[in-house]
């Protein structure tokens, strides 16, 4: 018990974890419950919650994956206290919110629900990371955070959260349309493990965007500034949750400090006969006519340096393939050089270990 630092720790007077109210020693004997007796996902709530009352001024987290081979990284527990009151004052979220907790506590953005709530005074309820964590649920809440993948199954159920947060991959042009009209305040984020989790916010069911022409910029939260670098890649500089200025590979358009456009990843450029295609833009596009998961990447061309192709996650088939490329060459938004020159077909892409299409073991498995 001597080991725990509740002065840097501050675990705030109103927080309680599964309605039960805890101070800093209570934690200890919850955490251990968990461990022993919990299910999984319980068992790793306990090891973080014991990790985080521990007296070391860090905890080890693991990155994703998606960009790269998956890493385990150390973070500054003030750094997360730190990002923990920025979110609270940017979604105006103040002590006794009602949260849930639906994401994995072996990845950052699950453990920071855990850590706004304690830092916040936050009442959190914590059930099983699944596709449709609201569909047993009839508590309403105040606050949550999902992956698009949850967002997507638990349209039905969404009118018992009041604010979501919504990360770890972009929000589809599809998912986007069919969240108009509700009720929910649904803000996609920008952010990655080294950042603790989000830096910027975008709202994407709001009025006064069916107004606005072009894509609606990202937001970035108090204390935070954004630049860009000479490859128009994202530069942030955040004091109060890094040690150091974080340079991306993530193109942007840049509006000012505080705002700018998502454009798409610098690796993921294709140069195609001398014309710079970002994946992701034609990705939006496609989002109109295909309803499968699917994704643009390119392979080696003895004429164009590379080419543009497209995976599509479904069976194959003759019918389906004349289908798809009928619906692609018919897309007048899509300009020529992004036209897919040949289109796969995978029943089930790779993914990484939070659920995102691993494109690179993807494409290596439909090839070898």
């Not at 849930?100 to 950052?108: A, D, E, T």
């Not at 128009?232 to 705002?259: F, M, R």
């Not at 300009?335 to 270990?353: A, L, M, N, S």
Request: positive net charge; contains cysteine; glycine residues 6%.
């Amino acid at each position: 018990m001597s080991k725990i630092n509740t002065e840097v720790l501050k675990i705030h007077p109103s927080f309680q974890l599964n309605k039960i109210q805890a101070d800093a020693f209570d934690l200890v004997e919850i955490a251990k419950k968990f461990q022993e007796q919990g299910e999984p996902f319980e068992q790793e709530i306990g090891d973080f919650l014991i990790d985080w009352l521990k007296p070391e001024p860090h905890i080890f987290v693991k990155t994703s994956g998606s960009t790269g081979t998956p890493k385990e990284i150390s973070i500054e527990k003030q750094h997360m206290v730190n990002s923990a009151l920025a979110t609270g004052k940017f979604f105006k979220l103040p002590e006794e919110t009602t949260a849930l907790l639906c994401l994995p506590v072996s990845y950052i953005a699950g453990k920071m629900m855990l850590v706004r709530a304690m830092v916040l005074g936050w009442h959190i309820d914590c059930v099983q990371p699944k596709s449709n964590p609201l569909d047993l649920l009839y508590k309403r809440y105040d606050f949550c955070a999902m992956t698009p993948f949850q967002l997507d199954n638990s349209l039905a159920r969404l009118h018992l959260i009041k604010k979501l947060i919504v990360g770890g991959g972009a929000v589809s042009v599809h998912l986007k349309k069919l969240v108009q009209g509700i009720n929910t305040k649904i803000y996609e984020t920008y952010g990655m493990t080294e950042t603790v989790t989000h830096i910027a916010a975008r709202k994407v069911n709001s009025k006064k965007n069916k107004k606005k022409k072009g894509p609606i910029p990202f937001k970035v939260l108090a204390n935070i500034s954004v630049s860009v670098d000479k490859r128009n890649c994202l530069v942030i500089k955040a004091p109060q949750i890094s040690n150091g200025t974080i340079v991306t590979n993530d193109v942007v358009e840049l509006l000012s400090y505080k705002k700018f456009i998502l454009k798409g990843r610098y690796d993921n450029v294709i140069n195609s006969g001398g014309i710079k295609i970002h994946p992701e833009q034609v990705e939006k596009k496609l989002q109109k006519i295909i309803l499968q998961r699917f994704f643009i990447t390119s392979l080696p061309d003895d004429a164009l340096g590379e080419k543009v192709i497209l995976f599509i996650e479904a069976a194959f088939s003759e019918e389906a393939l004349a289908e798809v490329k009928a619906l692609v060459e018919n897309l007048k938004t899509l300009d020529k050089y992004e036209q897919p020159k040949k289109i796969y077909f995978v029943e089930k892409f790779e993914e990484t270990h939070t659920g995102k299409i691993n494109r690179i073991n993807t494409l290596k498995a439909r090839l070898a």
